[in-house]
């Protein structure tokens, strides 16, 4: 019986067993609702046949201690794609920024053969919450949930055996919170421990030339023209076109009218200068929480931005994969409260 999660859900589940019973090899995360139709992944590594052929998925929970075992033979290097579920306008999942991180890890796994764990679904998303009652969905932890959980989580795995632990982070707020578990894994442990945030708002990076909307209609930001082409790169019957809207950030009511604020970061502009921030909530600068202009979305440029993305992050991590790490203290000791 497929369970009944919604229209979306339904879908996912229907394609993957579609998919099985066609023959074609899902190449990770059996467990997780994971789904690209269309996904091409370029493999960078060669003569590792034999390797990849004893893993099932390259998802860490779709596997048994047996095939852990046997991956730590061989390598050391763990994903843990991180995100959020936060409100993403009327037509965007509330999964979207944990879509990308998922959608990243499964590219770079299949590309250089690396295990990832299942996401990290909650972030830091305080100012998703809008007013009680009103039912935006957003579920956010404290940063001190997410710091324990993201330390939690890697302090298991170094416990096992791994020494590479690289985060995967698909929800710009996080980036706010997480400098000090990042040092304290590293301090404690001796591990390699990496954070990569493969997405655009203000900084174009890898994305250069595919998206279409001008700057001033903000392509990387919330819900716009990249998330939305994400979205329907990974399932398309969780894209509601019909009700996007094409909307921009303001100023707060809270703030005089001679401050000005054009997108999603905590910083505003005086007098032509970004010197002051202030805490804002989403919908103080936009109230249905989309930042820019979502028509130009294509899944082909959400696959396109997949893999650059990927590809990006899959070298990467294949060159850390070739330092000498040393982990000093790998039993878990502080693992109960
Ligand atoms: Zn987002």
Redesign the pocket.
């Known amino acids: 019986m497929i369970p009944t999660l919604g229209d979306g859900w339904v879908d996912i589940f229907s394609s993957y067993y579609i998919n099985d019973q066609e023959g074609i090899k899902m190449s990770s995360s059996l467990l997780s609702q994971n789904y690209a139709p269309g996904r091409e992944v370029t493999r960078l590594t060669t003569d590792d046949d034999e390797f990849r052929s004893q893993f099932v998925s390259w998802n860490l929970a779709d596997l048994s201690y047996v095939d852990i075992q046997n991956y730590l033979n061989v390598k050391d290097t763990v994903l843990v794609p991180m995100a959020s579920t936060e409100q993403?306008g009327p037509h965007l999942p509330l999964y979207?920024?944990t879509i990308t991180a998922i959608e990243i890890s499964t590219r770079v796994s299949e590309a250089i053969g690396v295990l990832h764990t299942p996401p990290l679904w909650a972030g830091y998303s305080p100012q998703h919450m809008y007013d009680p009652g009103q039912g935006r969905g957003t579920i956010t932890l404290r940063s001190s949930t997410l710091l324990a959980l993201m330390n939690d989580v890697a302090r298991s795995l170094i416990h096992h055996g791994f020494n590479r632990i690289i985060f995967v982070n698909g929800?710009g707020s996080n980036v706010k919170v997480v400098d000090p578990v990042l040092r304290q894994l590293r301090y404690e442990t001796g591990a390699l421990i990496g954070f990569v945030r493969p997405y655009m708002e203000r900084y174009v990076g890898v994305l250069e030339g595919l998206m279409e909307n001008p700057p001033e209609e903000t392509p990387g930001w919330?819900s716009s023209e990249l998330?939305t082409s994400q979205d329907m790169a990974w399932n398309p019957a969780l894209v509601r076109m019909e009700r996007a809207e094409d909307t921009r950030a303001h100023i707060p009511d809270f703030l005089p009218d001679s401050f000005s604020k054009n997108d999603g970061m905590p910083d505003v502009e005086f007098e032509g200068y970004q010197y002051f921030t202030f805490p804002m909530d989403h919908h103080e600068f936009v109230e249905n929480g989309v930042i820019g202009n979502p028509m130009r979305a294509t899944a082909e440029k959400g696959h396109e931005a997949f893999r650059r993305y990927s590809e990006h992050v899959a070298k990467g991590v294949l060159e850390l994969m070739s330092v000498p790490v040393k982990v000093h203290t790998r039993e878990f000791v502080d693992r109960v409260m």
Do not use: V
């Open positions: 993403h979207t920024d929800h919330h998330e």
